[in-house]
């Protein structure tokens, strides 16, 4: 019988225990986070991270490729995906993108309704492993919680 690891699982949070990743400006990747359509059952994994540069902060997003090799997919900028200064259109760009703007104007009813959002017990915003079943729950350690206002 196989054994199923902590990074094996998937837990499930709501669409708020994303909402420090982009808010807190940090130089950090952010632990894997899987995105699965309710409707469809189609998922993604990606990444999401921070970054600065000349005074404004940019939200980068990753997406897995193969089993835990993430390439950058684009930015995340006025609500759309861009890379090489074009609007991505793929399925996956697309529905990131449509994440990320609920998230970014709190429509956490329409977004539960809509995805699962699933992580793998790590913090969500630092990629830390989290010790605590609230904090699994919550998909934030205590430190990165209390940044993010939750």
Not at 47 to 64: L, P
Not at 65 to 91: P, S, W
Not at 132 to 143: C, F, M, N, T, Y
């Amino acid at each position: 019988m196989t054994q199923i690891t902590m990074e094996q699982q998937r837990h499930e949070v709501t669409g708020r225990a994303l909402l420090p990743i982009l808010k807190v400006e940090k130089e950090k990747r952010s632990a894997p986070i899987v995105i699965q359509s309710r409707k469809t059952e189609k998922d993604y994994t990606f990444k999401i991270s921070r970054s600065e540069w000349q005074e404004n902060w940019y939200t980068h997003i990753w997406i897995e490729q193969t089993y835990n090799h993430y390439t950058h997919m684009g930015t995340f900028r006025e609500g759309v995906i861009i890379k090489n200064h074009e609007v991505l259109k793929t399925k996956c760009a697309i529905a990131i993108a449509w994440v990320l703007r609920q998230i970014m104007y709190e429509k956490w009813e329409r977004l539960e309704k809509s995805v699962l959002i699933m992580h793998s017990g790590r913090c969500l915003a630092c990629g830390k492993r989290l010790t605590d079943a609230e904090s699994i729950k919550r998909g934030l350690g205590p430190v990165c919680a209390q940044q993010g206002g939750l």
